[in-house]
T-cell receptor, first 108, second 117 residues
Framework: LAKTTQPISMDSYEGQEVNITCSHN???????ITWYQQFPSQGPRFIIQ???TKVTNEVASLFIPADRKSSTLSLPRVSLSDTAVYYC?????????FGTGTRLTVIP | DTGVSQNPRHKITKRGQNVTFRCDPI?????LYWYRQTLGQGPEFLTY????????KSRLLSDRFSAERPKGSFSTLEIQRTEQGDSAMYLC???????????????FGPGTRLTVT
């Protein structure tokens, strides 16, 4: 059964880099590791996905170790608008698992 | 607007009634997912389709829930004999998955908020 573990909450000051780590115990060998952002009263929004090593796009970087049992989402220089819940998606047989996510609060 | 759309946006029903929700995915996407989300929790996976085939269904999904995706386009989610515990936001998402590595780059609709009284 797919399951993920992430910190429940994090606080950060504006302009700082934020790293959120997720443990995904049995992600399938042929699945990407995927992260989402969710604001209140909206559906989740895709941020980034990767298979191994490091992936970077215009909003974030994703670091994946060789064993793929965890991943770290890195948000550079966060702003107040980055306050949201961040989920790593667990994948496995017959299940996709969002968990409760990490509630990031950016402080002015 | 070429995003994922869901109808209705809100539904209030009495306990015991049946309800049906519709999702229209992004047109070129071959996968369609249904989730349920309650306050303070992440989306809970219900089921997903690849084209018209229902590939996976959560073990948490009771027999009162059924989903279809005729012709691999829009999808409907039906809840029979609704219970108060079914009150939640029902989210639909779609994605394009090709190749040997499975992508879960999903695009979500605005959701249908169900209230069972």
């Amino acid at each position: 059964l797919a399951k993920t573990t992430q910190p429940i909450s994090m606080d950060s000051y504006e302009g700082q880099e934020v790293n959120i780590t997720c443990s995904h115990n049995n992600i399938a060998t042929n699945d990407y590791i995927t992260w989402y952002q969710q604001f209140p009263s909206q559906g989740p929004r895709f941020i980034i996905q990767g298979y191994k090593t490091k992936v970077t796009n215009e909003v974030a970087s994703l670091f994946i170790p060789a064993d793929r049992k965890s991943s770290t989402l890195s948000l550079p220089r966060v702003s107040l608008s980055d306050t949201a819940v961040y989920y790593c998606l667990g994948t496995g047989a017959n299940n996709l698992f969002f968990g409760t996510g990490t509630r990031l609060t950016v402080i002015p | 607007d070429t995003g994922v759309s869901q109808n209705p946006r809100h539904k209030i029903t009495k306990r015991g009634q049946n309800v049906t929700f519709r999702c229209d995915p992004i047109s070129e996407h071959n996968r369609l997912y249904w989730y349920r989300q309650t306050l303070g929790q992440g989306p809970e996976f219900l089921t997903y389709f690849q084209n018209e085939a229902q590939l996976e269904k959560s073990r948490l999904l009771s027999d009162r829930f059924s989903a279809e995706r005729p012709k691999g386009s829009f999808s409907t989610l039906e809840i029979q004999r609704t219970e108060q515990g079914d009150s939640a936001m029902y989210l639909c998402a779609s994605s394009l998955t090709q190749g040997d590595i499975r992508s879960y780059e999903q695009y979500f609709g605005p959701g249908t908020r169900l209230t069972v009284t």
